[in-house]
């Protein structure tokens, strides 16, 4: 056993587990606000659903105007800088919720904070790149998606007994301690060194018109806008479907995030191990095939239960969603660096995040309106969706090269 525990270890330097502290820190700050922002802005202020989803995909749009440039500063200036500033945003946008009244103000700070996100990922996944070996790049982006579920399950279980619909003071409080953890990232950047800018004298200078003309990179991309639209994006309106629907109070809905956190948190690094020297393209297939089960699983809950039942059946979901999880970090992220010449990494993290940010458009846009009309429906287009992106990583694998189809063992 003793052998076994020491096996899992990821081997990652210093930096990366620095770097690390200070994303848990920002993750529980997102866990105690963001599983309840629909709540909050539907059941306290007092906003249609579907205009929620609305602002919600407002935000990923601002990120999405905002990415092509991150790629690019952070490709001239390094990762570290544009995190900082980045984190700065986010802090003003998500800290000046509790002053929305209208929907437009709620729609100018979730902008503020999606320009915020936009330089978020490209920047902090450039530098966890430039921070590891490449052979360990996979256990890297494991350790991060251990670090970011372990502080939104602990910040979702927080939040779950600080909000309360009955006091618009108990989101204050929410939105506040995101603002603090997200500045408290800004200064653990003080102690990660930046790996330097690679050098581009003698070559010709970055265009993301090379991005472009990767068709397996641009392929990769195409079907992770299906994962998060059809994945990340609706477990996230699983709080406002939990509490309308099967009368969930938000003290449970806490403990449903909890649960799947502690689902990735047991299970990410022995599942990591396991990938070791197996197909990525088939690992996130199976990935779909697990969330499948889950938004199932969900339905059931919402159709034949109420109340503490319901939760219980929902927690369920959330583990099962929270084991496919485990598939898609280690493969998505470590294959876009593999894929990416260190010279525009920043521009192919860039489009990497934004396809996250299309799909975090596209879902709770989409999802707000079938809530609104027939939530039930919500996770049958759901699994649906993830079956046709499990049959499309399975198409993309053979045009993969070789020595990029296996995970590094």
């Known amino acids: 056993m003793l052998d076994y525990l020491r096996s899992l270890d990821p081997r990652l330097p210093r930096s990366v587990w620095t770097m690390e502290a200070g994303g848990l820190a920002n993750a529980f700050g997102n866990g105690l606000a963001f599983p309840f922002l629909f709540i909050y802005l539907h059941n306290v202020r007092g906003f249609g659903l579907d205009t929620v989803g609305l602002i919600v995909a407002a935000s990923a749009v601002a990120g999405i105007v905002t990415i092509p440039f991150s790629g690019v500063l952070v490709d001239r200036l390094g990762g570290r800088p544009v995190l900082a500033v980045s984190l700065v945003l986010l802090a003003v946008g998500y800290g000046l919720l509790p002053l929305v009244r209208e929907p437009w103000h709620a729609l100018v700070l979730m902008a503020v904070g999606g320009v915020g996100n936009g330089a978020f990922w490209p920047s902090q996944s450039t530098l966890l790149a430039g921070l590891t070996p490449p052979a360990r790049r996979h256990a890297a982006y494991a350790l991060q998606r251990v670090t970011r579920n372990l502080g939104i399950g602990l910040g979702g279980l927080s939040g779950g007994l600080i909000a309360t619909t009955e006091s618009s003071s108990s989101y204050t409080v929410l939105f506040a301690l995101d603002a603090v953890t997200f500045l408290v990232f800004v200064v653990v950047l003080w102690f990660v060194p930046d790996p330097p800018v690679p050098s581009q004298a003698g070559e010709p200078r970055g265009r993301y018109l090379e991005v472009l003309r990767d068709r397996v990179f641009l392929g990769v991309v195409g079907l992770n806008v299906l994962f998060v639209g059809a994945g990340y994006a609706m477990f996230e309106l699983l709080p406002v479907y939990a509490k309308n629907e099967a009368g969930v109070a938000e003290r449970a809905i806490g403990v449903i995030f909890f649960v799947n956190t502690l689902a990735i948190v047991l299970a990410q690094l022995p599942l990591v191990k396991l990938l070791e020297g197996r197909r990525r393209m088939r690992a996130l297939a199976l990935m779909t095939v697990i969330w499948t089960v889950a938004w199932l699983v969900i339905l059931a809950g919402g159709l034949w239960f109420e109340a503490a039942a319901a939760a219980l059946v929902f927690g369920i979901g959330a583990v099962v969603f929270g084991i496919g999880e485990c598939f898609h970090g280690p493969n998505q992220g470590a294959l876009v660096a593999d894929l990416a010449p260190e010279r525009l990494r ?64």
């Open 346 to 409: 920043g521009r192919y993290m860039a489009f990497s995040t934004l396809s996250w940010e299309v799909g975090f458009a596209i879902g709770p846009a989409v999802g707000g309106i079938v809530l609104d009309r027939s939530p039930n429906a919500l996770w049958v287009l759901a699994a649906v969706t993830c079956l046709v992106a499990g049959l499309g990583a399975l198409a993309l694998e053979r045009h993969l090269a070789p020595e990029l189809r296996l995970t590094p063992a």
